[in-house]
């Protein structure tokens, strides 16, 4: 078994949170584990990319190769399309849809999601609006793990487990929220 | 032994723990900056070893040669460009006795991801005669990393830990042993030995240069360095070095037959290994990450009878960092398709400046008052203000190096070009700004220097300034800068007008003058605040 994720978003988004609790998760259930993160100057409000590569057997590349991941998992739209070339013929994209729209040729929103619906298997998740239902905006990337939850081979259980043992130092309440916008997210994406 | 789940960065500073390090010096840089965070956050848990942010990469080697002189373990770390900076210490510690381990990590980024170039810190291994290890994983980056302290003892060399940014950057799990104890305390025995007067370093040199067979006869048979030759695979046989390896096991499923292959983790490059390698095969494909090192040497001046395939014919490209689709293309695998959206072009979203950044402010000012003048020059320098090179501001005609901003405005101001103005940050003015400024003073030259001070050193991660920001004032004030021209404004769009009036101000003077514009970042702030609650 291998299921790579590419992991995309704008600087600030919790990209490396998301892909840290994924990660975690997958080695408790006893999978090898790759995570490719980027640091430094690209993370000033420019495109950023993480690599997860999860497997049953040792990971030789920290990168994966074109056209060999299961999921783009995006915590913006216009990101969601950046690294379709990694993307497996049948692989999922799964993506907020709250634009960080920072630069002047942003494409118009409606005809980008609209693009984004026409992939063979897209999920358009309104992760804003869960996380603020949640009882936070900033909980947006949880929602997100929630929603791919039910392609990443891991067990949902794990996963919550993860989220509480991060957020954990800060408090039950922060703990609560993430975890309600976790399961938001995973049943929006039903 | 035990589990852990660790960057490269963060295995390679584990090793030195284990390895009974006594101290570790480094100036932030990325790929590198995470081996002294987690050595400091291992300092404040557990009481030690050292773990120290020095001025500068060549401040940091000096410390860590003291260490090491004492007998005891040290380890400096670096991006590439760092190492230019620590040259000289690095080039001279090669011909002194090395006493306690010293272990110099290097992490090259090629593919630029946050550097102004791709130079490859192998040759500066080679350069200066001594061991160069080359992780190809974080299981390596934390046994070689070990290995080297021993090495560097037992040879009395500095040894150069390679990584790149891929495997600084990537986490996984990496078995761990158990803790050796430090050195104790022992002075160097012959001070002789570290007195590079010519007539001791002509010795040293020669010393040097005369315990290179062993050092070549150690790589040979370094595990690091690993041979596989297949007999009835005499036609192609790939050598790897680093993580190329992953790329190309990544890819040897489908290859269908077995190649003949060197994997290099170990240099000075082991030729025996090689010659073996190219008596079985009739082409060689070179994959390593960086400069077409191993490549070159193979080639050499003159034609061979075997085919050398690599950065040098095209067959990988010259720049740029591999990867596997590169690897897989060099190996005549085809192309593996991805999905696509034809007709639609992701418009690219670089870095930029965050909102509410101090430096914006300060950019405004100044673009403000530069604003109609015929030949102004903004000479700027490294770090997060280099993204006023880009639009809206667009106020940066250079950045090359650290500290090149101040010597540079000089020389364009000497040169005629008015006004001329250094756009500098508070850390980037300690490691390389305080000398080139002092040849300013020392000319009274026509130029103004802008001190961008946000209290920190931003880019890598906010670490903090090796002085605080108040001392600023008082360090270019001590220099001789005149005070009526030297002033501190806060970089805040509440002063706008005011601040802009002052930049006018100093441009038109006809003599040096300093501004230090002062205000902490606000991501640091922010996580500041987190931190109270």
């Given at each position: 078994?291998?299921?790579?994720?590419?992991?995309?978003g704008?600087g600030?988004?919790g990209?490396?949170s998301?892909s840290a609790?994924?990660?975690?998760s997958?080695?408790?259930?006893?999978?090898?584990?790759?995570?490719s993160e980027?640091?430094?100057?690209?993370?000033?409000g420019?495109?950023?990319?993480?690599?997860?590569r999860?497997?049953?057997?040792?990971?030789?590349?920290?990168?994966?190769?074109?056209?060999?991941a299961?999921l783009?998992?995006?915590?913006e739209?216009?990101?969601?399309?950046?690294?379709?070339?990694?993307?497996?013929?049948d692989?999922?994209?799964?993506?907020?849809?709250?634009p960080?729209?920072?630069?002047?040729?942003?494409?118009?929103?409606d005809?980008l999601?609209?693009?984004i619906g026409?992939?063979?298997r897209?999920?358009?998740?309104d992760?804003?609006?869960l996380?603020?239902?949640?009882g936070?905006?900033?909980?947006t990337?949880?929602?997100?793990?929630g929603a791919?939850s039910?392609?990443v081979?891991?067990?949902a259980?794990?996963?919550?487990?993860f989220?509480?043992?991060?957020?954990a130092?800060?408090g039950?309440?922060?703990?609560?929220?993430?975890?309600?916008a976790?399961?938001?997210g995973?049943?929006a994406a039903? | 032994?035990?589990?852990?789940?660790?960057?490269?960065?963060?295995?390679v500073?584990?090793?030195?723990v284990?390895?009974?390090?006594?101290?570790?010096?480094?100036?932030?840089?990325?790929?590198?900056t995470e081996i002294?965070?987690?050595?400091?956050?291992?300092q404040r848990r557990?009481?030690?070893?050292?773990?120290t942010?020095?001025?500068?990469?060549?401040?940091?080697?000096?410390?860590?040669l003291?260490?090491?002189?004492?007998?005891?373990?040290?380890?400096?770390?670096m991006k590439h460009?760092?190492l230019?900076v620590?040259?000289?210490?690095?080039m001279?510690s090669a011909?002194v006795s090395?006493?306690?381990?010293?272990?110099?990590?290097?992490?090259?980024d090629?593919?630029?991801?946050?550097?102004?170039?791709?130079?490859?810190?192998?040759?500066?291994?080679?350069?200066?005669r001594?061991?160069?290890?080359?992780?190809?994983n974080?299981?390596?980056?934390?046994d070689?990393t070990?290995?080297?302290f021993d090495?560097?003892?037992r040879?009395?060399?500095?040894?150069?830990?390679?990584?790149?940014?891929?495997?600084a950057h990537?986490?996984t799990?990496?078995r761990?042993?158990d803790?050796?104890?430090?050195n104790?305390?022992?002075?160097a025995?012959?001070s002789?030995?570290?007195?590079?007067?010519?007539g001791?370093?002509?010795?040293?040199?020669?010393a040097?240069?005369d315990r290179?067979?062993?050092?070549?006869?150690?790589?040979?048979?370094?595990?690091?360095?690993?041979?596989?030759?297949?007999?009835?695979?005499?036609?192609?046989g790939v050598?790897?070095?680093g993580?190329?390896?992953?790329?190309?096991?990544?890819?040897?499923?489908?290859?269908?037959?077995?190649?003949?292959?060197?994997?290099?983790?170990?240099y000075?490059?082991?030729v025996?290994l090689v010659?073996r390698?190219?008596?079985?095969?009739?082409?060689?494909?070179?994959?390593?990450?960086?400069y077409?090192?191993?490549?070159?040497?193979?080639?050499?001046?003159l034609p061979?009878?075997?085919?050398?395939?690599?950065?040098?014919?095209?067959?990988?490209?010259?720049?740029?960092?591999?990867?596997?689709?590169?690897?897989?293309?060099?190996?005549?695998?085809?192309?593996?398709p991805?999905?696509?959206?034809?007709g639609?072009?992701v418009?690219s979203?670089?870095?930029?400046?965050c909102?509410g950044?101090?430096h914006?402010d300060?950019?405004a000012?100044?673009?403000?008052?530069l604003?109609?003048?015929?030949?102004?020059v903004?000479?700027?320098?490294?770090?997060?203000?280099t993204?006023?090179?880009l639009?809206p501001?667009s106020a940066?005609d250079?950045c090359?190096c650290?500290g090149?901003?101040v010597?540079m405005?000089?020389?364009?101001?000497?040169?005629?070009?008015?006004?001329?103005?250094?756009?500098?940050?508070?850390?980037?003015?300690?490691?390389?700004?305080?000398t080139?400024?002092?040849?300013?003073?020392a000319?009274?030259?026509?130029m103004t220097?802008?001190i961008?001070?946000n209290?920190?050193t931003?880019?890598?991660?906010?670490q903090?300034?090796?002085?605080p920001p108040s001392?600023?004032?008082?360090?270019?004030?001590?220099?001789?800068?005149?005070?009526a021209h030297?002033?501190?404004?806060?970089a805040h769009h509440?002063?706008?007008?005011?601040?802009r009036a002052?930049?006018?101000?100093e441009?038109?003077?006809?003599?040096?003058?300093?501004?230090?514009?002062?205000?902490?970042?606000?991501?640091?702030?922010?996580?500041?605040?987190?931190?109270?609650?």
């Amino acid at each position: 078994m291998k299921f790579d994720i590419i992991l995309a978003g704008v600087g600030g988004q919790g990209v490396l949170s998301v892909s840290a609790i994924i990660a975690s998760s997958a080695l408790e259930e006893g999978l090898f584990v790759k995570q490719s993160e980027v640091h430094g100057m690209s993370q000033r409000g420019g495109a950023v990319l993480a690599h997860l590569r999860l497997a049953d057997a040792p990971i030789a590349s920290d990168l994966i190769p074109h056209g060999c991941a299961s999921l783009i998992l995006s915590m913006e739209p216009l990101e969601s399309l950046r690294y379709l070339n990694f993307l497996s013929p049948d692989g999922a994209v799964v993506t907020a849809i709250t634009p960080v729209q920072n630069i002047a040729d942003y494409p118009p929103l409606d005809e980008l999601l609209d693009r984004i619906g026409k992939l063979p298997r897209a999920r358009l998740v309104d992760g804003d609006r869960l996380a603020r239902d949640a009882g936070s905006a900033r909980a947006t990337n949880m929602v997100m793990v929630g929603a791919a939850s039910h392609d990443v081979p891991v067990p949902a259980a794990t996963l919550e487990r993860f989220i509480e043992k991060t957020f954990a130092p800060k408090g039950e309440k922060v703990v609560a929220t993430n975890l309600a916008a976790f399961r938001a997210g995973r049943e929006a994406a039903l | 032994m035990s589990d852990l789940v660790l960057l490269g960065d963060e295995a390679v500073a584990l090793a030195a723990v284990h390895a009974g390090m006594t101290a570790a010096y480094a100036y932030p840089g990325t790929p590198s900056t995470e081996i002294l965070e987690f050595l400091i956050r291992y300092q404040r848990r557990h009481g030690g070893p050292r773990a120290t942010w020095c001025a500068n990469e060549k401040t940091a080697y000096e410390a860590a040669l003291g260490v090491s002189f004492a007998g005891r373990r040290a380890l400096t770390a670096m991006k590439h460009v760092g190492l230019n900076v620590a040259a000289d210490p690095f080039m001279n510690s090669a011909l002194v006795s090395i006493h306690g381990g010293l272990v110099v990590v290097v992490a090259d980024d090629p593919g630029m991801h946050s550097s102004q170039n791709e130079q490859d810190s192998r040759y500066y291994a080679d350069f200066a005669r001594v061991i160069c290890l080359e992780p190809a994983n974080q299981q390596e980056a934390y046994d070689l990393t070990r290995e080297a302290f021993d090495l560097s003892e037992r040879f009395h060399l500095p040894v150069v830990v390679r990584l790149v940014t891929r495997l600084a950057h990537s986490r996984t799990s990496v078995r761990v042993g158990d803790a050796r104890a430090e050195n104790a305390v022992a002075k160097a025995p012959v001070s002789k030995e570290w007195t590079l007067l010519p007539g001791n370093a002509r010795v040293q040199w020669r010393a040097l240069i005369d315990r290179q067979p062993e050092v070549d006869a150690w790589s040979e048979q370094s595990g690091a360095n690993r041979l596989e030759l297949h007999e009835d695979a005499d036609d192609l046989g790939v050598i790897t070095t680093g993580i190329a390896r992953n790329y190309y096991v990544e890819n040897l499923e489908e290859i269908g037959r077995p190649l003949s292959h060197l994997h290099i983790g170990a240099y000075p490059i082991p030729v025996g290994l090689v010659r073996r390698l190219m008596r079985q095969v009739s082409r060689v494909l070179v994959l390593e990450e960086g400069y077409p090192y191993v490549e070159r040497l193979l080639r050499g001046l003159l034609p061979s009878d075997i085919e050398i395939l690599g950065k040098s014919t095209g067959t990988v490209p010259p720049d740029g960092e591999l990867t596997p689709d590169l690897v897989r293309h060099a190996l005549g695998l085809p192309e593996r398709p991805g999905q696509s959206m034809p007709g639609f072009q992701v418009p690219s979203r670089p870095p930029q400046l965050c909102a509410g950044c101090p430096h914006a402010d300060s950019f405004a000012a100044l673009t403000e008052a530069l604003d109609g003048m015929a030949t102004p020059v903004v000479a700027s320098d490294i770090g997060c203000y280099t993204l006023g090179a880009l639009p809206p501001y667009s106020a940066v005609d250079s950045c090359v190096c650290m500290g090149a901003s101040v010597g540079m405005a000089k020389g364009a101001s000497d040169a005629g070009l008015r006004p001329a103005v250094a756009v500098i940050g508070d850390s980037t003015f300690l490691h390389s700004g305080v000398t080139p400024l002092m040849d300013a003073v020392a000319a009274n030259t026509d130029m103004t220097l802008f001190i961008l001070d946000n209290e920190t050193t931003a880019m890598t991660g906010g670490q903090p300034t090796i002085l605080p920001p108040s001392r600023i004032e008082k360090l270019v004030l001590g220099l001789g800068v005149d005070p009526a021209h030297c002033h501190l404004i806060a970089a805040h769009h509440r002063q706008a007008e005011a601040n802009r009036a002052l930049v006018e101000r100093e441009l038109a003077y006809q003599g040096l003058s300093v501004i230090i514009a002062v205000r902490e970042c606000i991501e640091t702030l922010k996580t500041k605040k987190k931190a109270q609650g």
